[in-house]
C-alpha cells in the first residue's frame, strides 16, 4: 500500500513539472523585463546617476524634493491629468451610447461588425503615422486650413500648433480617435454578456428603456467599467508619442502638452543625461497611477457595498410588512 500512494504521489510531482515549464518563460520574462527594471528603477531614482559620469552617489529623496520645486514637474502633471480627462469623459460616453444602440434588439443597427471594425481600425496604426497625418492635416496651409477658409468657418487661416487651446484639443481628440474602438468593444462585449431574461422580466413589469439601463445594465456592467476606467488611467499617465511627436518634441506651445513622459525624457535626453532625475519621474507617475487606480476601485466598491446593504435593508422592510 505504502509503495503505490508513494508511486502516486511520485507520478503527481512528475506531472507538475509539466506546469512549471510551461509557465517558466512567463515567470522569467517578467522577473528580467518588468520587475527588476522596476525595482532598478526605483534605486535610480535615489542616487545622482548621470549618463556621463563613471560615479554616482546615493542622495536619498533628493531628486524627489528637486521634483517638487520643479515648476514644469507640476505643469506636467496637470497636463496629463487634463488632456486625459478631456479624451476619456466623451470616449466612455459616446463608446456607452453606440454599444445601447447596436446592442438594441428594438433598433436592430445592420452592419454591426462592420462598424465595429471602422471604429477600431485607428487603433491599430502607428502612433508616428497619426502624428505625421494630424501635423499635415492642422498645418498652416493644410487641408482643414483651406476648407475651413473656403466654406467661410474661419476668418483667416489659423495657425493651430502655436495655440495652447487648439494644441491641447487635437491631442486630446486624437487620443479619443485612437481609444474609443477599443473601448466600444469591450463595452459591447458587457453589454452583450447580460442575460435577456433580466429585460424580459423588467418589461413585464412595465419599466421604460432608461429604467432598464439605470438598474439593469449600468450595475452589471460595473466591472466591465472599472476596467475601462482603470485600462485607461494607466495609459493616460504614460501619454507620450502622440504629444512628442506633434510639435517639437517639448510639449509646445507653452509646455501645454508636456506631460510627465515628456519630461522624464527631456531630463534624460538632456547634456549631462540626468538618469536619477529621470528615474524620479517615472516613479512619480508610477505612484500616482497606482494610487488612483487604488482610490477609484475603493470608491466603486463602497458604493456597490453601501447599494447592497440598502437592497437588504428594503427586503427586511418588505419582509416585516408582509410578515
Not at 11 to 33: E, Q, R, V
Request: hydrophobic content about 50%.
Amino acid at each position: 500500500m505504502e509503495q503505490v500512494l508513494k508511486k502516486r504521489k511520485h507520478s503527481k510531482i512528475n506531472k507538475n513539472y509539466y506546469g512549471y515549464i510551461f509557465t517558466a518563460p512567463f515567470i522569467i520574462g517578467f522577473l528580467l523585463f518588468s520587475l527588476y527594471p522596476l525595482v532598478y528603477t526605483f534605486y535610480l531614482s535615489l542616487t545622482d546617476m548621470t549618463l556621463m559620469s563613471k560615479s554616482y552617489k546615493f542622495i536619498g529623496l533628493g531628486n524627489f524634493k528637486k521634483l517638487f520645486e520643479d515648476r514644469f514637474f507640476i505643469q506636467s502633471f496637470l497636463n496629463t491629468w487634463k488632456i486625459w480627462l478631456i479624451n476619456f469623459i466623451p470616449q466612455i460616453g459616446i463608446a456607452m451610447l453606440l454599444a445601447v444602440w447596436f446592442t438594441s434588439t428594438r433598433l436592430k443597427i445592420r452592419f454591426v461588425g462592420f462598424w465595429r471594425t471602422i471604429f477600431y481600425l485607428p487603433n491599430i496604426l502607428m502612433p508616428a503615422t497619426i502624428a505625421v497625418l494630424f501635423f499635415n492635416l492642422f498645418s498652416y496651409y493644410g487641408p482643414v486650413n483651406q476648407i475651413g477658409v473656403r466654406i467661410g468657418l474661419f476668418k483667416d487661416a489659423i495657425d493651430f500648433f502655436r495655440s495652447s487651446t487648439w494644441t491641447v484639443g487635437i491631442v486630446a481628440f486624437i487620443q479619443w480617435w485612437m481609444w474609443f474602438g477599443t473601448t466600444l468593444i469591450i463595452i459591447m462585449a458587457g453589454m452583450t454578456s447580460i442575460s435577456p431574461s433580466f429585460y424580459e422580466s423588467a418589461m413585464v413589469d412595465g419599466a421604460n428603456s432608461w429604467q432598464m439601463f439605470t438598474k439593469i445594465t449600468l450595475p452589471l456592467l460595473r466591472p466591465v467599467l472599472v476596467y475601462i476606467l482603470v485600462t485607461s488611467l494607466v495609459g493616460g499617465m504614460q501619454m507620450f508619442d502622440i504629444p512628442y511627436m506633434l510639435t517639437d518634441g517639448r510639449g509646445s506651445p507653452n509646455g501645454s502638452i508636456m506631460t510627465m513622459n515628456i519630461l522624464m525624457y527631456m531630463k534624460f535626453s538632456s547634456n549631462k543625461g540626468h538618469i536619477g532625475a529621470a528615474a524620479s519621474v517615472g516613479v512619480m507617475i508610477f505612484l500616482v497611477t497606482c494610487i488612483s487606480a487604488l482610490i477609484i476601485i475603493k470608491l466603486l466598491k463602497e458604493k456597490e457595498i453601501k447599494r447592497e446593504i440598502k437592497s437588504i435593508n428594503r427586503g427586511v422592510k418588505g419582509y416585516e410588512l408582509h410578515g
